[in-house]
């Protein structure tokens, strides 16, 4: 029972994962993007699109990406470029994501496109305990696995890395080194808005294999909580998303369950409190509070001659 | 080599202010429109559907009565957001302070005071109570962000999917109207508590203290000091501190107030509209209100025009989802691309774009 | 030659000609001088060259081949590096991880072994002392400039711009500068030092050109430095640095401090322990390298710091717990150091941020009233502004202290702090500020004044105490016989 809720926990935590280290790539180069719930359910309705159409779930899985990095990239030029203000294009990005996607989606619902199988790893899927709440799992779970520690690696270890949190921690210092912090930033807000839209192709495409209206259901505004939650880390951001799908899937289970009666909208209140209570713990926490690891220059958009 | 860059306009022009909006309205309609085409398939119907959407919301007889009582809940929740907005605060929650404030709005008229039938006494009553219950609702993240930094967009999010919840809790379970054939909808409330309608035009009295609001937030914002330091707070808080301005205490206070007048709105959207909480009442009008505040540029008065229009869009998107079957997601896409052509333009009337070539003896430039 | 600027000439929107048709050159070996007041178009000259700004007009050659500079990095790939007044580093990142962030040899992976062995050659070298692996947020600010200039010297600049590199700076520090500037210059580097500091001008330039008002007033050799000569073609008159000051007459005790210990941001002590009295009619002045306290000093008494330890007394009335709002009513007034951050919100206009502080007529407010009464005020103090509702970030940094003076002033203190009320303003503005504080003593007010700048401190202060790590070292006679001792006590050594 308990492995079970566990690797239920993992399924569920994954879409929040691949929306988490999206905003944290997004975010570490100085760019808010708050559209991620509607990127998360364009990612879905593409993906599903796609994946009937041509009953391949891998073209569907990287169609979902790229329609997530044209969106993303609208958000990117909008505040980038023409320095609108970020938090209302987020708000604007996650009501057209929502709208193209309820629209596209009408004729979607209530069918079945074909699904990421589950895939056990040979020898790691029967270590007792870790294989079944790990390794037994979709491609796609296995893919974070990398992405993890590759977005880690990659942030920390690597030029490209340096030369992205320059970008989200002091622009300036970056523009002098001759780094193009435009396109930095555009470059990052894409991708993170790509990997963002493959979370929500996980609903459609390994969690369910339907289309719901809205089936994100406030899993990217989770995200957005968890970036911070996770300090902008990758590796923490893992722990934070599997914590939350471990939430989701009890109360999915409990509802299911009927052992416990308690109503249904009770429950589903809990990933929300509790991630405002986390927050709450973590903010008075003396380090947690300067906020060590948050972009300096986030959500600033940045012009070099703007003190003339 | 060509370059090209982007210079912030020092002067805009006074008419970019109405030529702006107007052509990005009229952008996104062309956007919209080529959807709509590839829709019908004959560029007759799109032309169709907008003439039914500029027309129906706004004509007297037709949807105007439905326009206004949409623009009152927008109006009020985008009022209560530019006090925050002025302070650079992110209260994304105005959803859930409406929601709140239905909610309380409810309790007072289903449930504490269902015996109450003098309405001089009642309304009052059911709508502070909603104004308050708001106001508690935006004091959470109000304090925490005060006194924990901690940041309020999320935290004003996780409380409205909190509150969207417990609303639906309350209707499916304990609420339930027991003779509302099992839909998630609570009894209608008593007559005393209707707000009083203008004659037979359909349009209700909340219309009034809306707009009362605007006078109230514009006497506030511009003509107290306590709005002079919201306005200090909002460019430095800093500084603010060293003018000896207590800006936790301030945080908090403009939080409330923000809270509140969405509150209210939640209210009068009850005794006004409504008469029954229900599934699905607010169609994100704490969201567009966000969108509201920001496109009047936390003007009160323009606020008014901004939400009007709003309000007709609304109204016109619905008309056309029944006249002519265009799915609700459509007016979503809409908002959405008026919404990015709006801050886009906005954003390109007040910056010039200057392409530079070098030539000898340095460069000339062309704006 | 090195480098040749000819005819340059750059507008500013709005009017402003910030170089108008200057002519620089450079040669290798030399230190050459850019002296002028703020806002002569300095930086904005040296911003042209490091390709932050682009001319409107003129012509750049290095090494007699014409250039067209377009950006820092390709500044710094043709060998020309600034070190500008706002340190570029991130401060979460290690030195070494810094001078890697520029360098394109690096594609994918850095070589920080590597790296690390070049910044320790080069720092031993040049005697700089830079450790590769600390983080620059450690570093104090003098530590941060070397690392400026080192990343100038790993990229092998052969033109070096240092942007008033001695404004943040000890006595002390000063010297391993000019020590390390003069080794620069051996190797065959040329540099262009930007101040407006005589003193230290005529220490370090082997030629010096004037600038005023965006014009080159006139170039001088080594041999022909003459330090009124060189202030008269700064401001075109004799600058009277030497302030009238009538006797003192020192009144009643206004301010008296005992055993004040207060901690930092960081959560560290700042100050240990500090007690002084004051008196009406008298400048007090406490002198000190920046960041040994005088900021916390300066929050605590004002309020927006609470103390660890210790009383604060205003005229008898105890204040230790008041709030800022209460000590600004009582007739504290505080100009504190960071006028753009702190004492001003650069977005209202010159209006609104003249009456920050204003209480009259608690509960309304109308800003028509605000502007009106703002024309006197700007009036009063001669601020250079086109209308009351002009935004105060457009204005120059010496009318942006004027605006914060004449609020200060305007507010009927007892008790002006005044924390380093000259940095970055030019001779006719920090003569004003002068005249401002001498004239507020002369009408009976205390001023504390905070100072790193021994000439400032010296030049018009009743008594002079030495800070050094939040502890006062003691005391000294304003007298420049005693520069040499009052500089020990800054570096730390008591009663020297």
């Known amino acids: ?308 | 080599m060509l370059k090209i860059r982007i210079v912030k306009r020092l002067n805009p022009p006074k008419y970019h202010a109405f030529l702006v909006p107007i052509l990005s309205v009229v952008i996104s309609l062309m956007i919209m429109g080529l959807f709509l085409w590839a829709r019908f398939g004959k560029f007759e119907k799109v032309v169709e559907a907008y003439r039914e959407m500029f027309s129906w919301p706004f004509i007297f007889d037709y949807g105007l009565p439905d326009t206004i009582s949409k623009m009152v809940p927008l109006l009020l929740a985008g009022l209560g957001l530019s006090v925050v907005f002025k302070m650079k605060i992110w209260n994304i929650g105005a959803e859930g302070q409406l929601y709140l404030g239905a909610m309380a709005t409810t309790w007072g008229a289903l449930f504490l005071f269902k015996n109450v039938e003098n309405s001089l006494i009642l309304i009052p009553t059911l709508l502070l109570m909603g104004a308050i219950a708001g106001a508690l609702w935006a004091f959470i993240p109000g304090i925490l962000k005060a006194y924990l930094k901690l940041d309020e967009i999320v935290a004003t999010l996780m409380l409205n999917y909190i509150a969207a919840h417990w609303l639906n809790y309350l209707i499916y379970g304990p609420w339930k109207d027991p003779e509302g054939y099992n839909f998630p909808l609570t009894a209608v409330f008593p007559e005393s508590s209707w707000l009083p309608m203008f004659g037979e035009s359909g349009i209700h009295s909340g219309v009034l203290i809306a707009l009362a609001m605007v006078v109230l937030i514009y006497f506030l914002m511009y003509r107290t000091r306590w709005g002079f330091h919201l306005k200090i707070i909002g460019d430095n808080q800093t500084a603010a501190r060293y003018s000896g301005i207590n800006v936790e205490k301030n945080i908090i206070l403009a939080m409330i107030l923000s809270g509140a007048l969405a509150g209210l709105a939640g209210g009068i959207q009850m005794l006004g509209v409504q008469h029954r909480l229900q599934h699905g009442f607010s169609p994100g009008y704490g969201y567009t209100a966000i969108i509201i505040a920001w496109l009047a540029r936390l003007n009160p008065w323009a606020m008014i025009v901004v939400a009007f229009l709003f309000g007709g869009l609304m109204v016109g998107s619905e008309q056309l989802q029944i006249m002519m079957r265009i799915p609700i997601s459509m007016v979503y896409v809409l908002q959405g691309i008026v919404l990015f052509t709006l801050l886009a333009s906005e954003m390109i009337f007040n910056y010039k774009i200057e392409i530079l070539i070098p030539r000898n003896g340095g460069e000339k430039s062309w704006r | 030659m090195l480098l040749e600027l000819r005819n340059i000439v750059k507008k500013f929107p709005g009017g402003i000609v910030a170089s108008d048709h200057v002519n620089f050159d450079l040669r290798e070996g030399e230190v050459h001088t850019l002296l002028g007041e703020n806002g002569a178009g300095k930086t904005t000259l040296m911003n042209i060259l490091f390709g932050l700004y682009r001319m409107d007009e003129g012509e750049i050659y290095l090494q007699g081949r014409r250039v067209h500079i377009t950006s820092p990095a390709h500044a710094l790939s043709l060998g020309i590096g600034m070190v500008q007044q706002h340190f570029t580093l991130v401060p979460s990142f290690t030195v070494a991880e810094n001078i890697a962030l520029g360098l394109k040899k690096y594609k994918f992976k850095v070589d920080f072994k590597e790296v690390s062995k070049r910044i320790e050659e080069i720092s031993k070298l040049y005697n700089l002392n830079i450790d590769p692996s600390a983080k620059v947020w450690q570093l104090s600010v003098g530590e941060r400039q070397k690392v400026e200039i080192l990343k100038l010297l790993y990229a092998k600049a052969k033109i070096m711009i240092l942007d008033e590199p001695t404004a943040v700076l000890t006595p002390q520090e000063v010297e391993s500068l000019f020590k390390a500037i003069r080794m620069i210059k051996e190797s065959g580097t040329g540099v262009i030092f930007i101040s407006h500091k005589l003193r230290e001008v005529m220490e370090i330039s082997d030629r010096v050109t004037v600038l005023k008002s965006g014009k080159v007033v006139g170039t001088l050799n080594r041999d022909e430095l003459d330090p009124r000569k060189l202030a008269n073609m700064m401001v075109g008159r004799d600058v009277v640095l030497k302030v009238e000051k009538k006797p003192k007459e020192p009144g009643k005790i206004v301010l008296r401090v005992s055993n004040l210990h207060a901690l930092n941001d960081k959560g560290l002590p700042a100050l240990k322990g500090i007690s002084f009295e004051m008196r009406e009619g008298e400048i007090f002045g406490i002198a000190g390298v920046a960041g040994n306290g005088q900021r916390e000093l300066a929050e605590v008494i004002y309020g927006l710091r609470k103390p660890a330890d210790g009383k604060i007394e205003l005229l008898g009335r105890d204040i230790t717990h008041t709030s800022v709002m209460a000590r600004i009513k009582m007739g504290i007034s505080y100009i504190p150091q960071d006028r753009n951050g702190v004492a001003t919100c650069p977005n209202l206009s010159v209006a609104e941020n003249l009456f920050l502080k204003d209480q009259q007529g608690e509960f309304l407010f109308n800003l028509k009233d605000v502007v009106r009464r703002s024309l006197r005020r700007i009036e009063k103090y001669s601020i250079l502004t086109p209308n009351p509702n002009f935004p105060l970030k457009l204005l120059s940094g010496g009318n942006i202290q004027k605006v914060v003076i004449a609020r200060e002033f305007e507010n009927e203190p007892k008790l002006i702090i005044a924390e380093h009320p000259t940095r970055g303003l030019d001779v006719g503005s920090m003569e004003f500020v002068y005249r401002s504080l001498l004239k507020a003593r002369d009408e009976g007010k205390a001023v504390l004044l905070l100072a790193g700048d021994l000439e400032e401190i010296f030049t018009i202060s009743d008594r002079v105490a030495v800070i050094y790590e939040g502890e006062i070292m003691g005391y000294v006679e304003p007298d420049p016989s005693n520069l040499e001792k009052i500089g020990l006590m800054m570096a730390g050594v008591r009663d020297a």
């Open chain 1, 1 to 308: 029972m308990i492995l079970k809720v566990l690797s239920a926990a993992v399924r569920s935590g994954t879409p929040l994962l691949f929306a988490t280290l999206g905003e944290i790539i997004t975010e570490r180069s100085g760019v808010m993007n708050l559209g991620l719930e509607g990127l998360m359910l364009i990612g879905a309705i593409t993906g599903f699109m796609v994946s009937y159409n041509t009953k391949n779930v891998y073209l569907g899985f990287i169609a979902a990406m790229i329609a997530g990095a044209i969106f993303a990239l609208l958000h990117a030029f909008m505040v980038i470029t023409l320095r609108v203000n970020q938090v209302v294009s987020g708000l604007a990005l996650t009501m057209l994501g929502t709208g193209i996607s309820g629209m596209l989606g009408r004729s979607y619902i209530g069918q079945v496109a074909p699904k990421f199988s589950e895939m056990r790893i040979p020898i790691l899927s029967d270590i007792p305990g870790i294989g079944e709440i790990f390794f037994s799992h979709d491609i796609l779970v296995y893919l974070t696995y990398i992405l993890v520690p590759l977005t880690f690696f990659i942030l920390f270890k690597t030029k490209p890395g340096m030369i992205l949190r320059a970008v989200g921690e002091e622009p300036s210092a970056a523009d002098s080194r001759g780094i193009n912090v435009y396109l930095v930033r555009y470059i990052a807000t894409t991708i993170g808005g790509a990997i963002t839209s493959a979370g929500g192709a996980y609903l459609s495409l390994a969690y369910t294999s339907m289309w719901i209206e809205n089936m994100s259901a406030g899993r990217g505004w989770i995200a957005i909580a968890l970036v911070i939650f996770s300090a902008w880390e990758p590796f923490k951001a893992m722990i934070g998303s599997y914590l939350f799908g471990g939430m989701m899937a009890t109360q999915l289970r409990l509802q299911a369950g009927g052992k416990v009666n308690i109503s249904a909208n009770i429950l589903m209140m809990l990933p929300y409190i509790a991630t405002l209570v986390a927050m709450v713990i973590f903010s008075s926490s003396e380090k947690f509070r300067k906020r060590i690891g948050a972009p300096t220059a986030l959500g600033i958009p940045y012009s070099r001659e703007e003190k003339t």
